[in-house]
């Protein structure tokens, strides 16, 4: 363990150890979104699925890969989600990645008729005052109290801190318990982002683009459970499985890039990284050091919307009030005006770029001008550029409502500002690259 890190363990609240075996099977069968369909209606309803990708045994195998089969609070075996690997499971040019952001989650429409049918297939079958429906019911009541509030103009950006604001304000801080009077109102502005890779994990210390994660991380992690969990007991109860769940996160590591690196330009690169990028990004290799710095918005001049978001009131507050930041294992969340300048480990992978996903390639990140102001992708996982590092993609028209284009004039997809690599001349910014691809 890192001398620093031993610091912090000594001085603050902190996230408990956890297993990363234990963690890489709660991940794929646990229950930590609280309620879900009964086994035999989902089955009924959603034939098994052939593709399995999480690698899973028995009846679970056929089930979606953001979805899990586990057994609720009550003994019943139920089918819900979106858990965690909805969103932090992708595919990049064929392959499955583990803990790579889903690039393509879409939020343009929000279709709740699977869980209406549902909830219809389950009141025949078993009746209201059944435990299969009180093993339901929670999803349904989260989901349509959510499902308003998550809409994106485009595919492409993930709305995970939306459903968790829209859940919160459903909720009582103190006891976790559902109320229909809202607890504070919720603001229209979405709170939208790209999904960072899991691999960020082992060097962080505080999470999410802004900073606002302290202390226990694994009491801010299950957020997702606010939508169908029970109450706070059901929520903190969950929370040793979450440390497993992080332990399992930060143990993975980033893929390499698949194709040759020319060694002498990115030798070149990595004095320019140096001179330009390092006191941000930190250095790499076996003595790496990462200074987790947090960029005022004024300075780094990216879209401002979604750190703002957490700056007005309502959910910060009611967060800082609730009952995960109480006690020996609280968790702190802390939001700042700025953004986090994140490791760049396995970055090749991880486009689109910036908080918001507005930038498709690290070729354009690096040429603050070249970027364009709307881009449409094919969503196809294979249509991927090793040499600009990005998906590949076509200018389009800015204001079309086309649900395939990143349209970076709506509020919060704007796509300027990190303008650091514009003092690159193009040979420079080419041995950059290079170097970013050996990390
Ligand atoms: C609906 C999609 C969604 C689900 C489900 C989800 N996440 Fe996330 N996760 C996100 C998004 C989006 C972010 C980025 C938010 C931010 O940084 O402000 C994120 C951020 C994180 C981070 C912080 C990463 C960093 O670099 O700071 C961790 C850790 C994490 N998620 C773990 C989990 C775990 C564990 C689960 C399951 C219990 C989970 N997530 C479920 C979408 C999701
Ligand atoms: C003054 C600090 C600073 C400097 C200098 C800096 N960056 Fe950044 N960088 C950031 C911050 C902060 C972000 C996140 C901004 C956001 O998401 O809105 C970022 C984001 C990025 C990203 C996107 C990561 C992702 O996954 O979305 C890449 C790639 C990157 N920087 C590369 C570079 C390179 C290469 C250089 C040097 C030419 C550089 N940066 C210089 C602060 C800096």
Known sequence: MRPLVMLLVACGPTTPEGDP?????????????????????????????????????????????????????????????????????????????????????????????????????????????????DAFFPLLRGAEAISDHIVTPFIGVNTAFSME?????????????????????????????????????????????????????????????????????????????????????????????????DSTLADQGAALFTEHCEECHGTYGDDWTYPERIEPLEDIGTDPTYALGFLEGGFTPWLQESFLAQGKGRAIFQPERGYVAPPLDGVWATAPYLHNGSVPDVETLLSSTDRPTAWRRTFNSNDYDLTTMGWQWTPDEAGSGDVEVYDTTITGFGNGGHTYGDVLSDSERAAVMEYLKTL
């Open 21 to 133: 075996a234990v963690g890489w099977d709660t991940l794929r069968y646990g229950d930590y979104i609280g309620a879900g369909v009964p086994k035999d209606v989902w089955f009924d309803l959603v034939p098994p699925t052939t593709s399995n990708i999480l690698d899973r045994e028995g009846d679970a195998a056929g089930v979606p890969s953001s979805f899990n089969l586990f057994t609720a609070p009550n003994g019943i075996d139920v089918v819900g989600g979106v858990t965690c690997a909805g969103c932090h499971v992708a595919q990049l040019r064929g392959e499955i990645i583990i803990g790579l952001g889903n690039h393509r989650s879409d939020y343009t429409e929000v279709d709740l008729s699977t869980f209406e049918i549902a909830g219809l297939a389950v009141e025949n079958r078993y009746g209201e005052d059944s435990a299969e429906y």
């Open 165 to 261: 604001r829209a859940a919160a304000a459903n909720r009582d801080p103190q006891t976790g318990a559902w109320q229909d009077e809202l607890a504070f109102p919720i603001p229209d502005t979405i709170l939208a982002s790209d999904v960072p890779p899991w691999w960020h994990l082992k060097k962080k210390t505080r999470l999410y683009y802004t900073g606002a994660g302290r202390g226990n991380h694994a009491r801010l992690v299950s957020q997702v459970g606010l939508v169908a969990i029970e109450d706070a007991e059901h929520y903190l109860a969950i929370e040793e499985s979450m440390a497993d769940l992080l332990a399992f996160a930060a143990s993975i590591e980033p893929p390499v890039f698949p194709a040759d690196i």
